[in-house]
C-alpha cells in the first residue's frame, strides 16, 4: 500500500497536533509524519500522495521552518502527485490575512500542476480577507485553534473522511479524538 507523506511545519505545537490527529485518522500505517524543519527535498519524492500543513503567522507571515524551507519547495516537483493542504490561522486576530500562508503555498506548488483534493469551504468562517480563499472556497482545511478550537475535531472528521475518499483510499478511518 502507498503512503501518504503529511509535511508540516510548527512553532508552538498547534499545526503538528493537527497533523497528529490527521494521522490517527487516516491511520499511521498509512501516513508519514514529516516536520518540514527536518526534510530535505529528496523526501517529497517517495510519495505519491502528500499533505502539506502550515500556519499563518501575525500579518500574513509563513512559520519559520516552511520560510526557510521555501526556496528548495520551489524546486519539488509536484507533477504527478495528489496534494491536499491544510491551515491553521486566526480569523479574529488576524481577519485581514487568515490562511495567507496556506494560499501562499497553494500557489508555489501549484506551478507544478499537482492533483488538487481537500479543498474546504468558507461557511462557518469570519474574517475579512484570505490569500487562501478560491472561487469561494478555501484551498485546504481551515483551522482556527485560537478562536474555534471547539469546531476543530468535527472539521478534522469530516475533512479525513473528504480526503480518503478523494485520495482513494480503502483503510478503514478512526474518526474523533478518543
Known amino acids: 500500500m502507498a503512503k501518504i507523506g503529511l509535511f508540516f511545519g510548527s512553532d508552538e505545537g498547534n499545526t503538528e497536533q493537527v497533523a497528529l490527529r490527521i494521522q490517527k485518522r487516516l491511520g499511521a500505517d498509512?501516513?508519514?509524519?514529516?516536520?518540514?524543519?527536518?526534510?530535505t527535498q529528496l523526501e517529497f519524492t517517495a510519495y505519491e500522495q502528500i499533505i502539506l500543513?502550515?500556519?499563518t503567522w501575525d500579518f500574513g507571515q509563513i512559520q519559520s521552518d516552511w520560510e526557510e524551507f521555501w526556496d528548495d519547495l520551489a524546486e519539488v516537483d509536484f507533477s504527478g502527485k495528489t496534494v491536499a493542504l491544510f491551515g491553521l490561522g486566526d480569523q479574529f486576530g488576524y481577519g485581514d490575512y487568515f490562511l495567507d500562508a496556506m494560499?501562499?503555498?497553494?500557489?508555489?506548488?501549484?506551478?507544478c500542476a499537482p492533483e488538487r483534493?481537500?479543498?474546504?469551504?468558507?461557511?462557518?468562517?469570519e474574517y475579512e480577507a484570505s490569500k487562501a480563499e478560491r472561487d469561494g472556497e478555501f484551498v485546504g482545511l481551515a483551522i482556527d485553534?485560537?478562536?474555534?478550537?471547539?469546531?476543530?475535531?468535527?472539521?478534522?472528521?469530516?475533512?479525513?473522511?473528504?480526503?480518503?475518499?478523494?485520495?482513494?483510499?480503502?483503510?478503514p478511518l478512526q474518526l474523533g479524538d478518543a
Not at 103 to 111: S, T
Not at 150 to 162: K, P, V
Open 103 to 111: 494560499g501562499m503555498l497553494h500557489d508555489v506548488i501549484d506551478a
Open 117 to 125: 483534493i481537500g479543498f474546504w469551504p468558507t461557511d462557518g468562517y
Open 30 to 39: 498509512v501516513v508519514d509524519l514529516h516536520d518540514i524543519g527536518e526534510v
Open 53 to 55: 500543513g502550515i500556519p
Open 145 to 171: 485553534e485560537d478562536q474555534q478550537e471547539n469546531l476543530t475535531g468535527e472539521r478534522l472528521d469530516a475533512w479525513c473522511e473528504q480526503i480518503h475518499r478523494e485520495f482513494g483510499l480503502h483503510t
